[in-house]
């Protein structure tokens, strides 16, 4: 006989329990009663137990949570990578000269021919390249990036062409495989060619000329395919005379040259980026989206932005951290109009630091970064990552800013 069974109710009530708890032999079960009809009239009841007690409830529960938890993440990440789609939609830009040069990505990609991208630093090149290899029959396979300016003079072979075993001292047993050949079948995008050395440009040449590469202590030639797309924000026709650029090699990555426009010459795009670079900002940090009256886009674009829309995208999200009102206004952002040509072209960002020392609005939210940061540094006994986690930012712009302030 079942201890403190139910089932003769259930058999009169015709009405199922589930769920419910039953004492057996001094434990606590999780059961379910279930009436049995035939003909529509109750002829039994089936009980069953579901759970040996509350407690495997309970686990069941913590771990349909914890699993919730893993799907929200995992959605949050699909959707990052579903905005990182880097096709042709992540470039933002409806102004006639970004539609043109969609128009032209899109004409240019599906042809395995190499293409240069210039423009300067910041307008989005990367973005195009990627779209490129997007769009292209090689878009399976994987789009290698290599930037020339950062490659060390002294691993640039290895890196590149990649070794065989044993090739050296020191050497990783397995060998290593270069860029070419990660990239066969596939993309290569070589960043910043302008930058290239002129030993590695003859080196590329190389490669090019011959589609194989030679490992350092391989025996033989390995055949390479992929293709080739280039970028830089140098004018590469102005180096070859003054014999810092190969001819022979520039005629080689440029049958096709697309520029990207400066921001400056498309200004009718600030509303769509700061809206887009807002939002994004605002879901990358789970806060609310500010909002840029008209007045502050107008004032963006009275700006000549020569750090393009890198400058744009880091002034917008330095107003949205120190933002408390929820809207941005155009004392809020610190805009240049000093020309072009008074700017250095690299690091441009750091034109725009505060000193902290004037009366400027700019100049006293710069003061009070920095005291909050030094604060924060202190409590945290100058743990970077609880600091960066305190103040919610990311470790890269807290690295940034103790440089830009001499905290370090
Ligand atoms: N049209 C655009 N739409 C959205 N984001 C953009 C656009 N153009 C540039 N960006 C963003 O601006 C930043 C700089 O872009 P990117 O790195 O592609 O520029 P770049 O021309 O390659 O710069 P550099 O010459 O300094 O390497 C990135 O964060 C990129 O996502």
Redesign the pocket.
């Known amino acids: 006989m079942i201890e403190n069974t139910r089932l003769h109710t259930i058999v009169q009530s015709g009405k199922a329990e589930v769920g419910h708890i039953q004492k057996m032999q001094g434990n606590d079960r999780v059961v379910s009663r279930t009436p049995i009809f035939r003909d529509g009239r109750v002829v039994g009841a089936i009980g069953r137990v579901m759970f040996k007690g509350p407690r495997q409830l309970d686990e069941l529960n913590q771990r349909i949570n914890s699993l919730e938890n893993e799907v929200a993440f995992y959605k949050r990440e699909a959707e990052a990578m579903r905005r990182q789609d880097y096709s042709l939609d992540?470039?933002?830009?409806q102004s006639s000269q970004?539609i043109h040069l969609k128009k032209d990505i899109v004409r240019v990609a599906p042809l395995d021919v190499p293409v240069l991208i210039v423009?300067?630093?910041?307008?989005?090149?990367?973005?195009v390249a990627q779209a490129i290899h997007r769009l292209s029959a090689r878009r399976m396979k994987t789009m290698v990036m290599i930037n020339a300016a950062a490659l060390p003079a002294t691993l640039v072979e290895s890196e590149l062409f990649g070794y065989s075993a044993g090739a050296f001292t020191g050497a990783n047993q397995k060998g290593h495989l270069g860029k070419f050949e990660q990239a066969n079948g596939g993309t290569l995008f070589l960043?910043?060619i302008g930058d290239m050395p002129l030993d590695v440009q003859a080196k590329l040449l190389r490669v090019l000329q011959d589609g194989s590469v030679e490992k350092l202590g391989g025996t033989k030639p390995i055949k390479v395919d992929f293709r080739l797309v280039s970028?830089t924000?140098r004018d590469l026709e102005d180096m070859i005379p003054q014999n810092q650029f190969r001819l022979d090699l520039f005629y080689r990555i440029s049958p096709v040259v697309l520029r990207?426009p400066p921001l400056r010459e498309r200004l009718d795009?600030i509303p769509l980026?700061s809206e887009?670079f807002l939002t994004d900002f605002a879901r990358r940090h789970d806060r609310d989206v500010c909002k840029l009256p008209t007045e502050s886009v107008q004032y963006l674009q009275t700006g000549t932005w020569p750090g393009?829309?890198?400058q744009l995208?880091h002034q917008l999200e330095r107003a949205a951290i120190f933002n408390s009102t929820g809207f941005i206004a155009p004392a809020d952002l610190k805009i240049d109009h000093r020309d072009q040509d008074d700017f250095p072209t690299a690091d441009i960002s750091s034109s725009f630091v505060p000193s902290g020392e004037g009366n400027t609005l700019a100049d006293q939210i710069a003061q009070l970064e920095r005291n909050t940061i030094a604060a924060a540094l202190k409590k945290f006994n100058g743990n970077k990552k609880q600091v960066a986690r305190e103040l919610d930012i990311s470790r890269s712009y807290l690295y940034k800013r103790l440089a830009d302030f001499g905290l370090q």
């Open positions: 992540s470039i933002i830009g970004m423009g300067e630093s910041g307008v989005g090149k990367e973005l960043d910043e970028a924000n990207v795009d980026l887009q393009n829309i890198r995208k």
